[in-house]
């Protein structure tokens, strides 16, 4: 009877376990924003360290709680400065035209007010023609 009541009492520990993982427990996605509002951020993108010459940024701040968000694009001045409207929170930034970088993508957490310095990757040297 001993032996039963531990098998049980095993049995209900796995239970409670497997319920207690399945609901969601440590795992699920990331908080993301959920926030429309926009603001204009100004920043500098920069290759080796050295102010991009020109290109451009394309801002995406689509995720699962703003599908429907539009990405906008920021023209790169010949100092590398560049101005945007994008919304709060993770923004996925994508590098375009940069010379010197090779197209990438990089996310950004955006907040209101900030200036942002995007520092991209030169081509590796294999990609060179």
Do not use: H
């Not at 394309?58 to 995720?63: K, Q």
């Amino acid at each position: 009877m001993n032996r039963s009541l531990g098998k049980k009492a095993g049995v209900l520990a796995v239970t409670t376990l497997l319920i207690a993982w399945g609901c969601g427990g440590a795992g699920g996605p990331p908080p993301v924003s959920g926030s429309t509002e926009e603001f204009e951020i100004k920043g500098t993108a920069t290759v080796k360290g050295k102010p991009a010459s020109k290109g451009k940024l394309i801002f995406d701040p689509a995720n699962i709680n703003r599908r429907t968000a539009v990405a906008r694009t920021a023209e790169v001045g010949k100092d590398g400065t560049f101005t945007v409207k994008t919304m709060e929170g993770q923004n996925l930034i994508t590098a375009d035209g940069i010379p010197g970088a090779p197209r990438t993508s990089l996310v950004f957490d955006v907040k209101p007010g900030q200036e942002l310095q995007v520092e991209l990757a030169p081509v590796p040297d294999y990609l060179k023609k």
